[in-house]
């Protein structure tokens, strides 16, 4: 249930903002802001949730980012201006950190049989894919009745059933030994990926070699070489960079920065180009998107069922193919493209993303010590929403500039360079995919499991 909300969540906000766009008179760059404020502060607190999980209680922590995440949702529907609603999406994500990655962290500790967790896991993407088809719908129905503020109403009744469920039938667990909190580490990380978003996304109005963007991408850099420099000298890291010695670990992390990156583009251009393009209005846009989230939710649980039997290299390969066909198949977009043309590579593109999300997390945590789980399985889901929050402002940032350029095209013209980035995106899954799926990539977690013992029991590595 918790995973609908921000399953929901997600691809609501894209279809209301046009909406949006036009009561609060927001740019390309107002709009990209609502979607990476949230992606943005989801992705710099996910590692301090999930360790903070496994030292104070994972129930705990579950229930503090439920009730975080429901308040956040409520002041986002009473926001009066752009800026209000960034701020309460801002929010809204510091209690979406505690989700997702607390939430798998207690399926990982209750599903130890490597078959059993990675049905466990198809399911969990399947209840992604159903959320992200019901969002376009209900968004849809939503605007069209209420206005673009009622698709927040829907995550606060779904909140506060799930604190009730969860003080009901979730019990409490801990990591056998807690991990101390890294404040510098996690400051690093703030400005890191700040810097670099506000860089990308305020590139194409402020010029990309202004003294402004310059220094941003320069901050960028110094606070990614000090988190490198001073994590390893910490005996708990808040990013133990140990993991990264580990193919599977750093080829899931590669792999699910360049799906997400695909998804969050895939997303940001076709509600604007369904709607300011073709005229649709937010249910009908919805509808027409519905195939893409149905393709999701019917193939994630197909994709745990052949990891559980075959491994993830199947499931990665069929993924990064299809999104690369999906995405191609919208590089030649303009304003009279045929509904058949778009419904065939929407199917085509939520099939490939709906194979990605379990070998991704399956991958991730493959040969890890069960009581890290929490930290490899935030870290993945870091690597999600940094890849969400790049996709969105790279792909907005990219069709901002061939809007603005001297040779100033339409939307579905310069939106163009975005759907190949998409492309570019799905060919990375593939190759990716393809290099960490032998024998080779297997034996460095196993190597890397090795010297990150602590007396608990690993997770069994998948088989390629």
């Known amino acids: 249930m918790s995973l609908v909300i921000v399953g929901l969540d997600s691809t609501i906000v894209n279809v209301a903002l046009p909406s949006i766009q036009r009561e609060l008179h927001a740019s390309v760059s107002g709009l990209q802001w609502i979607v990476d404020a949230y992606t943005l502060v989801l992705a710099s607190f996910l590692m301090l949730a999930g360790s903070s999980a496994d030292r104070f209680g994972r129930r705990r922590t579950f229930q503090i980012g439920l009730a975080t995440f429901t308040l956040g949702s409520l002041l986002c529907s009473l926001a009066p201006s752009l800026g209000w609603l960034v701020a309460f999406r801002m929010l809204q994500a510091i209690g979406g950190s505690m989700l997702n990655p607390v939430a798998m962290s207690m399926i990982v500790n209750t599903f130890t049989d490597r078959a059993e967790r990675a049905r466990a896991i198809g399911i969990w993407g399947g209840t992604f894919g159903v959320s992200l088809a019901l969002g376009p719908v209900v968004g849809g129905a939503l605007i069209a009745t209420v206005g673009w503020r009622g698709i927040f109403w829907v995550n606060i009744p779904v909140g506060v059933a799930v604190i009730a469920l969860t003080a009901l039938f979730v019990p409490e667990s801990r990591a056998p030994r ?56 910490r005996t708990e890291p808040l990013l133990d960079l140990r993991f990264f010695r580990s ?34 209005s937010a249910l ?28 993830p290299r199947l499931p990665m390969l069929i993924a990064g193919a299809a999104m690369t066909v999906g995405g191609a198949a919208l590089t030649g977009l303009t304003n009279r493209t045929s509904v058949g043309w778009l419904l065939v590579a929407y199917i085509v593109f939520g099939v490939g993303f709906g194979m990605v999300n379990a070998p991704i997390t399956n991958t991730a945590v493959s040969g890890m010590p069960r009581d890290q789980a929490g930290v490899a399985a935030a870290v993945a889901s870091t690597s999600r929403q940094i890849g969400q929050t790049l996709g969105v402002a790279v792909v907005g940032s990219a069709v901002t500039s061939a809007l603005a350029g001297s040779f100033a095209h339409g939307f579905a013209q310069a939106s163009q360079v975005g759907w190949w980035i998409v492309t570019g995106c799905g060919l990375l899954v593939f190759f990716v995919g393809l290099l960490i799926s032998g024998r080779w990539a297997r034996g460095t977690a196993d190597r890397t499991a090795g010297k990150l013992m602590s007396g608990e029991p690993r997770i069994p590595a998948s088989t390629p």
Request: glycine content about 12%.
């Open 178 to 233: 807690a991990r101390r909190l890294d404040p510098v580490g996690q400051v690093l990380v703030i400005v890191t990926l700040a810097s670099l978003i506000y860089a990308i996304i305020e590139g194409p109005s402020s010029g990309w070699s202004s003294a402004k963007i310059l220094g941003f991408f320069a901050l960028a850099a110094a606070g990614l070489a000090a988190l490198v420099s001073y994590e390893p000298r």
């Open 247 to 280: 193919a599977l670990f750093s080829g899931a992390t590669v792999i699910a920065i360049g799906a997400f990156a695909a998804l969050g583009g895939f997303l940001f251009l076709n509600t604007l180009y369904l709607q300011d393009v073709r005229g649709y």
């Open 284 to 311: 009908r846009a919805g509808l027409v998107t519905l195939p893409l989230a149905v393709a999701m939710a019917l193939v994630a649980p197909i994709s745990g069922r052949i990891i559980g039997s075959r491994g």
